[in-house]
């Protein structure tokens, strides 16, 4: 059951997938129709699932599910995995990849391969004050306050140099 972004709860799961491109304006309406649809058919052992979701930078797909409602199961969180590959599948876009990293370069929003971000560090191309996007925040509070920060306060920080 679809619910506008606003109206999910701080507490509610989210999901974040970036993709390896920008999305199109055209492409963010279907994905945008296309996650609506999904919603609105997500359940979890025939129980609805009050979901939304949110594009951000024309770059990240944000799932949420509020869970006060109906908790998720693994059956309807490999429902949504497939609903992510088939946006994979049509747009020709790569969402799953957890070896892509994304940090901001000013406005610019730069994804690289993982060994490519420590180079990046070792070389203070990328320092503890760069803003990266945590991609593991867990709740919508989290995601909200805590998803683009400083390398410093997030998982990034393993690969600082002291």
């Avoid at 919508?140 to 390398?151: I, L, Q, R, T």
Wanted: hydrophobic share 40%; glycine share 2%; aromatic share 14%.
């Amino acid at each position: 059951m679809f619910t506008a972004y606003k109206n999910i709860p701080d507490d509610a799961r989210v999901w974040i997938y970036q993709s390896d491109r920008a999305f199109t304006n055209q492409e963010v309406a279907l994905i945008s129709d296309k996650a609506i649809a999904f919603i609105n058919s997500w359940t979890r052992h025939g129980d609805n699932l009050k979901g939304s979701f949110t594009i951000k930078y024309n770059q990240f797909l944000v799932l949420t599910v509020d869970e006060s409602f109906n908790t998720v199961s693994g059956c309807s969180i490999d429902s949504s995995v497939r609903f992510v590959k088939e946006l994979e599948q049509e747009f020709q876009i790569d969402l799953m990849n957890k070896m892509n990293v994304s940090f901001k370069d000013g406005d610019t929003i730069n994804l690289v391969k993982l060994p490519d971000f420590q180079r990046f560090v070792a070389s203070k191309k990328i320092t503890e004050n760069t803003v990266v996007f945590n991609n593991m925040v867990a709740t919508k509070k989290d995601f909200e306050h805590y998803w683009e920060v400083p390398a410093k306060q997030s998982w990034h920080k393993r690969f600082l140099i002291a």
